[in-house]
T-cell receptor
Framework: NAGVMQNPRHLVRRRGQEARLRCSPV?????VYWYRQLPEEGLKFMVY????????ESGMPKERFSAEFPKEGPSILRIQQVVRGDSAAYFC???????????????FGPGTRLTVL | SQELEQSPQSLIVQEGKNLTINCTSS?????LYWYKQKYGEGLIFLMM?????EEKSHEKITAKLDEKKQQSSLHITASQPSHAGIYLC???????????FGQGTELSVKP
């Protein structure tokens, strides 16, 4: 069984460019979470999505950041006009949700390391 | 202040020794997760605890959640170099929502 897939694993962008990070959840998982790990800081929640819906975006910066999880295809975290402070590791996690009483373990992908020059 | 406090922040132990990492919350938790992260890599799921007083073990790692569901400990028996890494506790307060993480405990095991 494939786990959570993220690509690219490493991404280099110049200031002002756009960054697109992709996440394919575990097969059968309908819930996706994005987290950011800044240098010397802990792992911080950004956004929680189900298919075609944003459930909780309380951790998303108000500007330049957006996320989607379309009916078909991977979840995308998009950062417009990147700045040096966006350099971080971005992790995606997926879970099956709580339907049927299942526990809701979140399984993490390997992350995308974004470097903004 | 951190919503989830981990201690110690770092730990160096001799191979074969036992060790304990603690995770404390000021609020009651719905669920408590333990993950391990190696440098430059993703998080490896270790265990999830949901019930007060629950204890789970996998190989040489045991995790416990107290009755009040506010404190958890991760215990490693007879540590090995392969146990080295950063251990993170994550708290689920909203039954299936986001996780809040502690700052992590960096474990080094000296051969």
């Amino acid at each position: 069984n494939a786990g959570v897939m993220q690509n690219p694993r490493h991404l280099v962008r110049r200031r002002g460019q756009e960054a697109r990070l992709r996440c394919s959840p575990v097969k059968g998982h309908s819930h996706v979470y994005w987290y950011r790990q800044l240098p010397e800081e802990g792992l911080k929640f950004m956004v929680y999505l189900q298919k075609e819906n944003i459930i909780d975006e309380s951790g998303m910066p108000k500007e330049r950041f957006s996320a989607e999880f379309p009916k078909e295809g991977p979840s995308i975290l998009r950062i417009q006009q990147v700045v040096r402070g966006d350099s971080a590791a971005y992790f995606c996690a997926s879970s099956p949700g709580l339907a049927g009483g299942a526990s809701n373990e979140q399984f993490f992908g390997p992350g995308t390391r974004l470097t903004v020059l | 202040s951190q919503e989830l406090e981990q201690s110690p922040q770092s730990l160096i132990v001799q191979e074969g020794k036992n060790l304990t990492i603690n995770c404390t919350s000021s609020k009651t938790l719905y669920g408590l997760y333990w993950y391990k992260q190696k440098y430059g890599e993703g998080l490896i799921f270790l265990m999830m605890l949901q019930k007060g007083g629950e204890e789970k073990s996998h190989e040489k790692i045991t995790a416990k959640l107290d009755e009040k569901k506010q404190q958890s400990s991760l215990h490693i028996t007879a540590s090995q170099p392969s146990h080295a890494g950063i251990y993170l506790c994550g708290a689920d307060r909203n039954q299936g929502g986001k996780l809040i993480f502690g700052q992590g405990t960096e474990l080094s095991v000296k051969p």
